[in-house]
């Protein structure tokens, strides 16, 4: 490489300035300078920065000192199995210990799981409205890898999704990271959490690419009637815009209530459809969950099936061994298993709804399934503090009693041993009736 030096006059002065060249095939041509920076900066991706997890936000802003005299309550915590109150059956357990002992499953899988394990999956959840077979079924790690995937596949930066409120805020942390807009419909407590649906064709545009609807819900632990599902499907279908199902908490709904599929249901709205083994079988740590694509009319097509094996191919998914024991887990675990857990979160729910149902200031909706429960706060009864997040700090710090907070509500983990959860109940009417501030309305109906 050589040098050549140039003068050029620059506002009527001289500069000299150096050019590099290089020798090709005997001549001289400029080359391109590199450019070096001249100091050390390395940022976050953009990705990284908007990723953020709103529940969590709110969690570590709260300023919680629980009282040193009350052993503390967590009655937000989403995993069932963390008070050791509910483990999962022998039969699932046993499988895995199988799949272990068998030595088939130390090694890579495919990047969307085992054929045997994904026609288990197929199997078991397949029915004359809703078909599946092996290739319609994608594991992964988890219920949340399968939303990511499935958000992934049928959105682009710039586009918004459908996502009710309240909901569960993964749903808006994988989306804004992606640089997809989030649009909140809302589900309507005064009819058991049904979604407004006047309100959710109103948010849908020519950029909506998917419409979130999950049942049973997280965090209201509603259940929607097929009727109302059929609704739904409806509005999707007016717009051609197809639905996620996030059904992780499938079957899990109290005696007396039903939960059809979406996909059961549909007629011509393509879905997919995202569960896993977390909380019907009790085994959340296990990280293996699916994704099942319902396509009869072949909308989706191959682009959106191909589309997902490759975002599968990016991080391979759902532990083999879990995946190995799969087949036995889904056949073997016996019906008794899942009625001795709905009997005890219903059970669980009624102790709450009826203690709560009784303490001023506070509304609880009643579940039909999952594992939480609602409870609006009359926030204008209640004029000690200056919004629902303070309400949420001061029961900690006052009666070491947390629950996750939702705009004027706070949603309880019904999955606490019995004794807990009436300590907690009471501790709760200990702290409601302290602060507890009638209206000027409501002092005069009662003078009367």
Same mark, same amino acid.
């Given at each position: 490489?050589? !040098? /050549?030096s ?20 005997? !001549?001289?041509y ?14 976050p ?33 989403? =995993?069932?199995? %963390?008070f050791?109150n509910?483990? @999962?059956?022998e039969?699932?357990l ?26 288990? %999956? ?11 077979g092996?290739?319609d ?44 807009? %989030? ?29 979130? %609807? ?10 929607f @009637? /097929? ?12 717009? &051609? ?32 459809a &995202? ?8 085994v959340?740590?296990w990280?293996?969950?699916w ?6 009319? =072949? ?16 991080? +391979? ?12 887990? +889904? ?9 001795r857990t ?15 149902? !009784?303490v ?23 004029? =000690? ?6 309400? @949420?700090?001061?029961?900690? @710090?006052?009666?070491?009693?947390f ?46």
């Amino acid at each position: 490489m050589e !040098t /050549k030096s140039y003068v050029v006059k620059m506002n009527g002065n001289e500069v000299l300035i150096g050019v590099h060249h290089v020798h090709v095939n005997g !001549t001289l041509y400029p080359a391109k300078t590199k450019s070096r920076k001249q100091c050390w900066e390395v940022k976050p991706s953009h990705m990284a920065q908007n990723t953020l997890n709103p529940i969590r936000a709110i969690v570590d802003g709260m300023k919680l000192t629980p009282n040193p005299d009350k052993p503390m309550i967590a009655l937000s915590i989403g =995993d069932p199995t %963390v008070f050791g109150n509910l483990p @999962t059956d022998e039969a699932v357990l046993q499988a895995m210990k199988d799949a272990i002992d068998s030595h088939k499953f130390n090694g890579y899988a495919p990047s969307v799981g085992y054929l045997q394990s994904r026609q288990a %999956v197929a199997n078991f959840y397949s029915c004359p409205e809703a078909p599946l077979g092996p290739e319609d079924v994608i594991l992964t790690s988890g219920c949340s890898q399968a939303i990511d995937l499935a958000i992934s596949v049928l959105c682009n930066p710039g586009d918004n999704i459908l996502v009710p409120c309240p909901g569960f805020s993964l749903y808006k942390t994988l989306a804004v990271s992606m640089g997809i807009q %989030v649009k909140l419909y809302n589900l309507l407590p005064e009819k058991s959490w049904d979604v407004d649906l006047q309100h959710l064709e109103s948010l849908i545009d020519e950029k909506t690419s998917c419409i979130i %609807v999950t049942n049973p819900s997280n965090p209201c632990g509603s259940v929607f @009637t /097929k009727e109302h599902i059929q609704k739904i499907l409806k509005v999707a279908s007016r717009h &051609c815009v197809p639905i996620l199902a996030d059904e992780i908490y499938s079957d899990m709904v109290f005696p007396g209530c039903s939960s059809p599929s979406v996909a059961s249901l549909s007629s011509d709205v393509p879905i997919l459809a &995202c569960g896993g083994l977390a909380k019907r079988w009790l085994v959340p740590g296990w990280r293996l969950g699916w994704i099942m694509i319902h396509d009869r009319n =072949d909308i989706f097509g191959s682009e959106i099936r191909q589309g997902l094996v490759k975002l599968s191919q990016r991080i +391979l998914g759902a532990c083999t061994i879990v995946q190995g024991a799969l087949e036995s887990i +889904l056949n073997n675990t016996p019906q008794s298993f899942y009625s001795r857990t709905i009997s005890f979160l219903k059970s669980n729910s009624e102790i709450c709804f009826n203690k709560l149902s !009784t303490v001023p200031g506070l509304n609880p909706v009643m579940p039909s399934g999952a594992m939480y429960l609602m409870v609006g706060i009359g926030m204008e009864h209640f004029p =000690d503090f200056k919004n629902d997040v303070d309400f @949420t700090e001061r029961l900690v @710090t006052e009666q070491s009693v947390f629950a996750f907070e939702y705009p004027n509500y706070f949603r309880i983990v019904v999955t606490v041993p019995e004794e807990q959860m009436v300590e907690a109940c009471g501790r709760i009417r200990e702290f409601c009736l302290t602060h507890y501030r009638p209206r000027s309305r409501d002092s005069n109906d009662l003078d009367q």
